[in-house]
């Protein structure tokens, strides 16, 4: 048996969220790390790592029987939820991926979603998706937690079925909250602060680019609404 797997910050915090006894669905496992450091560790005893391609899926089948884990740890190649059979899965992992696909994920796949407890999603970008997402569909944001590692910077969004109170009632501001994520919106950790002087620097360029050429009414307006955006980012960054 190979020596114990070991994860990076970012699928770290990941399994911090992930509950004890779980049956776990991991949807665009990457080599099955999560499931896999979840049964080397005792935190679930059964779990599906999901791979919508045949080189992926192949390369979690090897580091699953490496670990000596075949009997625990079931890999399935098919496109999102549909590697699930309904009220399978209790906990549903998705990481690495833009906040749109997960969103499209998880609608698509809402008849397997029926004895899931828990969804611990990790975008890439577009995270407000995601949030809108949980929002829409009956779930409650019970946390977030946000990671910078190899100069990158990574969300990471729990949720749980529920009714949601953690937004405000007044739309600008919920607005902002579903942006930026309540929970982080409140604690505004470093990493937080880096990611958004990054995405205002990004905007401060684009507005650059806009302002050198014709200005129309349309591209007047749209320079209005980044610099809304941008001074934002630069207030909740300070």
């Not at 590697?83 to 997960?102: F, H, K, P, Q, R």
């Not at 975008?123 to 949980?134: A, I, T």
């Not at 990054?198 to 349309?218: C, F, H, P, W």
Request: glycine share 8%.
């Amino acid at each position: 048996m190979q020596e114990q797997v070991t994860l990076d910050r970012r699928l770290k915090q990941v399994v911090d969220f992930i509950p004890h006894g779980s049956v776990l669905a991991d949807i665009g496992s990457d080599h099955a790390y999560v499931p896999c450091y979840l049964v080397q560790n005792g935190i679930v005893d059964r779990a599906i790592a999901g791979e919508v391609n045949r080189g992926p899926m192949e390369a979690a089948e090897a580091q699953v029987a490496l670990i000596g884990a075949t009997d625990k740890i079931d890999v399935r190649l098919g496109d999102g939820l549909a590697v699930l059979n309904e009220d399978e899965a209790t906990c549903i992992s998705i990481c690495g991926m833009g906040g749109s696909l997960i969103r499209s994920i998880l609608e698509a796949g809402k008849n397997k979603l029926g004895a899931v407890e828990r969804l611990v999603l990790q975008p890439n970008v577009d995270g407000e998706h995601v949030r809108e997402w949980l929002l829409a569909s009956g779930y409650v944001l019970i946390d977030e937690q946000i990671v910078e590692e190899n100069d990158k910077v990574y969300e990471i969004l729990v949720g749980e079925r529920g009714s949601e109170t953690r937004y405000s009632q007044n739309e600008d501001v919920r607005k902002w909250q579903l942006l930026f994520g309540p929970y982080l919106l409140e604690r505004r950790p470093d990493a937080f602060k880096l990611k958004w002087r990054r995405e205002a620097d990004k905007l401060d360029y684009v507005l650059g680019q806009m302002r050198s050429g014709e200005q129309t009414e349309a591209l007047l307006e749209k320079q209005r609404t980044f610099t809304l955006l941008r001074d934002k980012m630069r207030e909740v960054s300070g």
